[in-house]
């Protein structure tokens, strides 16, 4: 009876500690907005990263809001084929597949509701939320983007970009430090590694990273990690995000 007793004493205890862990008080209760570019990798938001993103926040208590800007999608891509077709797409309608239809138009988006900004990546971020993906380092950032990254980045509220997203903050913020992991392909291990190299021309400063990494800019409050800018198992890409989301709220202290 006393090694049974004992036994007992030893599962709740570790049953408390993992509750510690997740319900740690600095993370519990934060209000966070994520915002999408679409739904699918090729024209829209990487549903895996949303997806971690997501489960990384709910975990840790988080009360998460989406939003995504109501505006027709730059194409649409036959993820079988990788080929474009000709129908067109609405950005904020196909990012509600993703949001379970809760989702809000991103002009809506008050910056003083909510404690910390996601952007997670996907070719969306280049093609919707910018337009990285055609003009580069020319780019232009949709105007409901721009508009709340400022009013975040102004407020001292922590911002996450994921993946390709954090070409954004570059873009928009300058001289923000960021990571999208390699700076050479390194035989394929980083097949975007010129993305790097972009975002440096922009002024912003790279550093290079591991996809299962994450960087913090603790003067702009800016965290960042590569997920799939790497060929990397999904089980890297779910563990770097991970750590990306944990650093950011431990920014909203």
Not at 55 to 60: D, F, K, P, Q
Not at 177 to 203: F, H, L, N
Request: charged share 20%; proline share 3%; aromatic share 6%.
């Amino acid at each position: 009876m006393l090694i049974r007793v004992t036994k007992l004493k030893t599962v709740v205890t570790q049953i408390s500690r993992i509750k510690f862990l997740s319900t740690s008080p600095y993370l519990r209760n934060k209000k966070a907005a994520l915002v999408l570019s679409g739904s699918g990798v090729y024209d829209g938001t990487e549903i895996h990263e949303a997806s971690a993103c997501l489960v990384h926040l709910s975990r840790h208590g988080a009360d998460v809001s989406m939003f995504a800007p109501d505006v027709k999608q730059f194409h649409v891509i036959d993820h079988t084929k990788g080929a474009e077709m000709t129908e067109e797409r609405n950005v904020l309608v196909e990012s509600a597949r993703i949001a379970r239809g809760n989702i809000d138009n991103l002009s809506d988006l008050s910056a003083d509701k909510f404690d910390c900004l996601i952007i997670p990546g996907g070719f969306g971020a280049a093609k919707n939320l910018s337009t990285f993906a055609t003009e580069g380092v020319q780019c232009r950032v949709n105007s409901a983007v721009e508009r709340v990254v400022r009013l975040f980045h102004s407020s001292n509220k922590p911002i996450a970009f994921c993946c390709i997203s954090s070409v954004i903050a570059a873009k928009v913020l300058g001289k923000v430090e960021v990571t999208v992991g390699g700076e050479s392909d390194q035989d394929g291990k980083w097949p975007y590694s010129g993305t790097a190299a972009a975002i440096k021309e922009m002024g912003g400063v790279h550093f290079q990273n591991e996809v299962t990494d994450t960087h913090v800019d603790l003067v702009n409050r800016i965290v960042t990690c590569p997920a799939f800018m790497g060929n990397a198992p999904l089980h890297d890409v779910f563990d770097g995000i991970g750590k990306m989301i944990t650093e950011l709220l431990k920014l909203t202290k």
